[in-house]
Every structure is written in C-alpha cells, then in structure tokens.
C-alpha cells in the first residue's frame, strides 16, 4: 500500500499555481485618454513598444494601441508627410519604420485604440496567462485588479524567462 505521507516544506512554484503578478512588469509604459496620435507614436518610438495601454483617469484600462493600429489609421487618413530638402531626425525615423507614418492633425489615441482589450487578472496563472496569449494570439496581456485598474504587463518574453529559471 503507498505511502500517504503529506510533504515538509515549501512546494515547487509551476505555471498552475504561480500568479502572473510574480513575473509581470510592474513598470508600463502608458498613455492617457486624450493622447494625440503623434505623442503616442514618439512615445512607442523613443520606448521601443509595440503597443502601449490606454487609461482614463482613474488609471483604469479602457484600450491598448499598436503599432497596427497606427499604420491602420495612418492608412486610412493619408500620409501627410511633405518632402523637404533636410527631413527632420523624427522624420527619418518614422520613414525607417516601413509605413509607421503618423501625421493625422488631430487625431487622438481613442480614435485608434482597440477597445475591446484582452487582459489578466493579477492573480490569475501563468498558464492562465499562457493559454490566453497563445488562443487569441496576442504576445502580452494588460494585468489589471478586480476593479479593472492597471497594474502591470505579461508579455511572452516573461513566461519564457520565468520558465527559464531567469526570473
């Protein structure tokens, strides 16, 4: 007959039981409500992001907006940018982003952020977090509390460096 004795000390942390609030970053870069378009591109830019969160006032999650987002809308408006005889640096490197034009006047980040947002709990799994990237397709996910507040990010690259033993 097996033994049924109860094991001393602390369990291993696997994806099932470790909270995506262990491995997410805490430190996410995000825009406001409001934001114009081009201070949202300079800020992808200068950052190096691929999307960035949309908050209202209350630091609650109501869009995420990428880089698709923003060739989409550049798309759809027209690329404004005139030729000079000396572009300027921001112009160089929007033309070295292959279409990531972004020159609507006017246009603000409501008008090009998805709304409809796939975001994580802060205390649900990373295999939670895992599923949820793989099945809708998406690198990283928004982590915010009960109350809808953002309060940090997951991104693929987290899963892989905590599974890694990196983090």
Same mark, same amino acid.
């Given at each position: 007959m097996?033994s049924?004795?109860?094991?001393? +000390?602390?369990?291993?942390?696997t994806p &099932?039981?470790?909270?995506?609030?262990?491995?997410?970053s805490? $430190?996410?870069?995000t825009v406001?409500?409001g934001?114009?378009?081009?201070?949202?591109?300079?800020?992808?830019?200068?950052?190096?992001?691929?999307?960035v969160p949309?908050?209202?006032?209350?630091?609650?999650?109501? +869009?995420?907006?990428?880089?698709?987002?923003?060739?989409?809308?550049?798309h759809?408006?027209?690329?404004?940018?005139?030729?000079?005889?000396?572009?300027?640096?921001?112009?160089k490197?929007?033309?070295?982003?292959?279409?990531f034009?972004?020159?609507?006047?006017?246009a603000?980040? $409501?008008?090009?952020?998805?709304?409809?947002?796939?975001?994580? $709990?802060?205390?649900?799994?990373?295999?939670?977090?895992?599923?949820m990237m793989? +099945?809708?397709?998406?690198?990283?996910?928004?982590?915010?509390?009960? +109350?809808?507040r953002?309060?940090g990010?997951?991104?693929t690259? $987290?899963?892989? &460096?905590?599974?890694?033993?990196?983090?």
């Amino acid at each position: 007959m097996p033994s049924m004795r109860a094991k001393n +000390g602390p369990q291993p942390a696997t994806p &099932a039981t470790t909270h995506v609030s262990r491995i997410m970053s805490h $430190d996410v870069i995000t825009v406001r409500s409001g934001t114009s378009v081009d201070v949202v591109a300079e800020v992808m830019l200068s950052r190096g992001l691929s999307r960035v969160p949309v908050l209202d006032a209350s630091d609650h999650l109501i +869009g995420i907006v990428s880089k698709t987002d923003l060739v989409a809308q550049a798309h759809d408006e027209g690329d404004t940018l005139q030729e000079t005889s000396e572009p300027s640096a921001r112009d160089k490197q929007l033309h070295d982003l292959r279409g990531f034009h972004v020159h609507s006047e006017g246009a603000v980040v $409501d008008d090009v952020m998805s709304q409809q947002v796939i975001a994580i $709990d802060e205390t649900a799994t990373v295999q939670r977090a895992a599923q949820m990237m793989v +099945g809708s397709r998406v690198h990283g996910l928004p982590v915010v509390t009960a +109350g809808g507040r953002l309060v940090g990010f997951v991104s693929t690259m $987290d899963v892989l &460096a905590w599974l890694s033993g990196l983090r």
